[in-house]
């Protein structure tokens, strides 16, 4: 009968004052929003991570997603089998949801380096999680049952339930992230579990009866802080073993993880785990990025950079004297301010980025065209590889069009595009969608030891000569070795391909196909 003191929250034998039972309930409440927000952010930890060392943002957090929310369902419906020793039980769900939520993260990271099978633990720890996390809210609301009407109690717990989704949801991307890190952030949140059972076995400890459960729950606190507060020195060990060099730093941010590595001289530079570029090679990659075509614009006055914050090609387009000011456009501040700021780092780009010529805007590219009024002589399209849907948009007749009429007439696009010979099929696919969007595409490749053959695309509105002159001081470029980067072999000849548009993203799968298949072929034998 709603009114009446749930048989949960009464001691038998000292029958509680209306406002010590009015507390345990209210408490009980705040506990859901508490519970809520950190089920929640255990799954974008979850999905993020996935996403960090797997790649492909879109698949991970679908999977993860599904498999959390059937577990939690897997969770609500055991709950039914619990029907004695409620407040108990609730007690070590909280102490099992904060130790296992808590460690999650040191557990994935360290995992990925050392377990080959790393998508076992993955979905059996999310799953695991899951069920846990599915079983607080029916118990609570057990709990609860005789101290409102059914619909005041369902519509109280899902209302708090909900708002501490939404809590969770702007947490994590505004601040968690970039703020306190994946790693300290599992145990942060760990930490809220546990003080709930703390303040409930307190609240509670003449239902309960049972002082080792507050000694275990004091016991998972005190873990989870000491976690937290060497979350610090848990990165730094996981990410030796993510990479082989020495990690020199590492920084994440509402977009990537960002790392950087140093080994004999040679930095490596590393986002969510891809490869970026190595200092030992990288002007290979970058000459033949930049130079074929403006060497091939007749009076490049203002050049337009799309990606590539790591000042790379800017430091290629201020060999040409020619070039007055360039506007450098990149998501990622991060980025921008690691090759700004940091000396170390800015001279591998000769200072680029701190050249009254350059311009720097941090924004989404595909939304900059559409605001941004300014017509460009030259343009480099230096985005990662299209290894998810909000890379692949950047692929599309949709974006290059809009890159087109930012162009000016005798202006050419060069575009990064992937490995021809590793990934073939979404090497011609985007050489195609860039003539689907009514531009000519002239493909060629370049040899850059660390990533192989690589492959880029000249897009321009009149056919496009290889120019025959280039700045002085360029390491690998000259006439003759251009020429012959526009000739392919036959193992990196066209191949059939769709376009990729934007409501299909068909690049996507081709560039994981190839990928994919390049990573399960074993190396040759040598006899």
């Given at each position: 009968m709603p009114g009446t003191m749930s048989p949960e929250l009464m001691d038998p034998t000292n029958p509680p004052s209306t406002e010590h039972a009015g507390?345990?309930?209210?408490?009980?409440?705040?506990?859901?929003f508490t519970i809520a927000t950190c089920g929640l952010i255990y799954e974008l930890l979850a999905g993020t991570i996935a996403s960090y060392l797997l790649g492909d943002s879109v698949t991970q957090f679908s999977t993860i997603i599904g498999v959390y929310l059937f577990a939690m369902g897997v969770g609500s419906y055991l709950s039914r089998y619990f029907d004695r020793d409620l407040i108990a039980r609730f007690i070590v769900i909280e102490i099992l949801v904060g130790v296992v939520g808590g460690i999650s993260s040191p557990v994935l990271f360290f995992s990925f380096?050392?377990?080959?099978?790393?998508?076992?633990?993955?979905?059996?720890?999310?799953?695991?999680?899951?069920?846990?996390?599915?079983?607080?809210?029916?118990?609570?609301?057990?709990i609860l049952e005789d101290q409102f009407p059914l619909r005041d109690l369902v519509s109280k717990v899902l209302s708090l339930d909900y708002l501490g989704a939404l809590a969770a949801s702007l947490l994590f991307p505004l601040w968690l992230v970039p703020q306190v890190g994946l790693m300290r952030s599992s145990f942060v949140f760990g930490v809220l579990n546990l003080l709930v059972a703390v303040w409930t076995c307190h609240l509670f400890r003449r239902e309960h009866g049972r002082p080792w459960l507050t000694a275990q729950a004091y016991a998972a606190l005190v873990l989870l802080l000491l976690g937290a507060v060497y979350s610090d020195d848990l990165t730094e060990r996981s990410e030796r073993l993510l990479y082989e060099d020495p990690v020199i730093f590492s920084r994440a941010s509402p977009y990537q993880r960002v790392v950087l590595t140093q080994r004999d001289g040679e930095v490596r530079l590393f986002l969510n785990g891809d490869l970026q570029f190595s200092s030992l090679d990288e002007y290979r990659y970058h000459e033949a990025l930049v130079h074929p075509g403006l060497a091939a614009v007749a009076e490049p006055r203002q050049a337009l950079v799309l990606g590539g914050g790591d000042g790379m090609a800017v430091r290629e387009i201020l060999k040409d004297?020619?070039?007055?000011?360039?506007?450098?456009?990149?998501?990622?501040?991060?980025?921008?301010?690691?090759?700004?700021?940091?000396?170390?780092?800015?001279?591998?780009?000769?200072?680029?980025?701190?050249?009254?010529?350059?311009?720097?805007?941090?924004?989404?590219?595909?939304?900059?065209?559409?605001?941004?009024?300014?017509?460009?002589?030259?343009?480099?399209?230096?985005?990662?590889?299209?290894?998810?849907?909000?890379?692949?948009?950047?692929?599309?007749?949709?974006?290059?069009?809009?890159?087109?009429?930012?162009?000016?007439?005798g202006g050419v696009m060069a575009i990064q595009s992937t490995s021809p010979l590793v990934s073939r099929q979404a090497f011609w696919c985007i050489v195609d969608t860039v003539r689907a969007s009514g531009l000519q595409a002239t493909p060629y490749h370049a040899s850059v030891p660390t990533f192989g053959e690589w492959g880029y695309v000249v897009a321009s509105r009149e056919p496009f000569r290889v120019p025959e002159r280039f700045p002085a001081g360029l390491r690998f470029l000259t006439p003759a070795v251009t020429r012959a980067l526009f000739e392919f072999p036959a193992d990196m000849a066209p191949v059939p391909v769709e376009v990729n548009h934007l409501n299909n993203q068909i690049l996507v799968q081709y560039h994981a196909d190839g990928w994919d298949q390049y990573s399960r072929t074993p190396p040759p034998v040598s006899e």
């Amino acid at each position: 009968m709603p009114g009446t003191m749930s048989p949960e929250l009464m001691d038998p034998t000292n029958p509680p004052s209306t406002e010590h039972a009015g507390l345990k309930t209210r408490a009980l409440l705040v506990s859901v929003f508490t519970i809520a927000t950190c089920g929640l952010i255990y799954e974008l930890l979850a999905g993020t991570i996935a996403s960090y060392l797997l790649g492909d943002s879109v698949t991970q957090f679908s999977t993860i997603i599904g498999v959390y929310l059937f577990a939690m369902g897997v969770g609500s419906y055991l709950s039914r089998y619990f029907d004695r020793d409620l407040i108990a039980r609730f007690i070590v769900i909280e102490i099992l949801v904060g130790v296992v939520g808590g460690i999650s993260s040191p557990v994935l990271f360290f995992s990925f380096g050392q377990i080959q099978s790393f998508r076992v633990v993955l979905y059996g720890w999310v799953t695991m999680t899951g069920i846990l996390v599915g079983l607080e809210i029916p118990f609570l609301i057990r709990i609860l049952e005789d101290q409102f009407p059914l619909r005041d109690l369902v519509s109280k717990v899902l209302s708090l339930d909900y708002l501490g989704a939404l809590a969770a949801s702007l947490l994590f991307p505004l601040w968690l992230v970039p703020q306190v890190g994946l790693m300290r952030s599992s145990f942060v949140f760990g930490v809220l579990n546990l003080l709930v059972a703390v303040w409930t076995c307190h609240l509670f400890r003449r239902e309960h009866g049972r002082p080792w459960l507050t000694a275990q729950a004091y016991a998972a606190l005190v873990l989870l802080l000491l976690g937290a507060v060497y979350s610090d020195d848990l990165t730094e060990r996981s990410e030796r073993l993510l990479y082989e060099d020495p990690v020199i730093f590492s920084r994440a941010s509402p977009y990537q993880r960002v790392v950087l590595t140093q080994r004999d001289g040679e930095v490596r530079l590393f986002l969510n785990g891809d490869l970026q570029f190595s200092s030992l090679d990288e002007y290979r990659y970058h000459e033949a990025l930049v130079h074929p075509g403006l060497a091939a614009v007749a009076e490049p006055r203002q050049a337009l950079v799309l990606g590539g914050g790591d000042g790379m090609a800017v430091r290629e387009i201020l060999k040409d004297d020619r070039v007055e000011h360039v506007t450098l456009v990149d998501l990622d501040p991060v980025m921008t301010d690691i090759f700004v700021d940091h000396d170390g780092f800015a001279a591998l780009n000769d200072y680029a980025l701190r050249s009254p010529r350059v311009e720097l805007v941090n924004a989404d590219a595909f939304v900059w065209l559409d605001a941004d009024a300014g017509r460009y002589d030259f343009i480099v399209v230096d985005f990662p590889d299209p290894s998810n849907f909000s890379l692949g948009k950047l692929y599309t007749t949709t974006f290059y069009r809009r890159l087109a009429a930012h162009l000016n007439p005798g202006g050419v696009m060069a575009i990064q595009s992937t490995s021809p010979l590793v990934s073939r099929q979404a090497f011609w696919c985007i050489v195609d969608t860039v003539r689907a969007s009514g531009l000519q595409a002239t493909p060629y490749h370049a040899s850059v030891p660390t990533f192989g053959e690589w492959g880029y695309v000249v897009a321009s509105r009149e056919p496009f000569r290889v120019p025959e002159r280039f700045p002085a001081g360029l390491r690998f470029l000259t006439p003759a070795v251009t020429r012959a980067l526009f000739e392919f072999p036959a193992d990196m000849a066209p191949v059939p391909v769709e376009v990729n548009h934007l409501n299909n993203q068909i690049l996507v799968q081709y560039h994981a196909d190839g990928w994919d298949q390049y990573s399960r072929t074993p190396p040759p034998v040598s006899e």
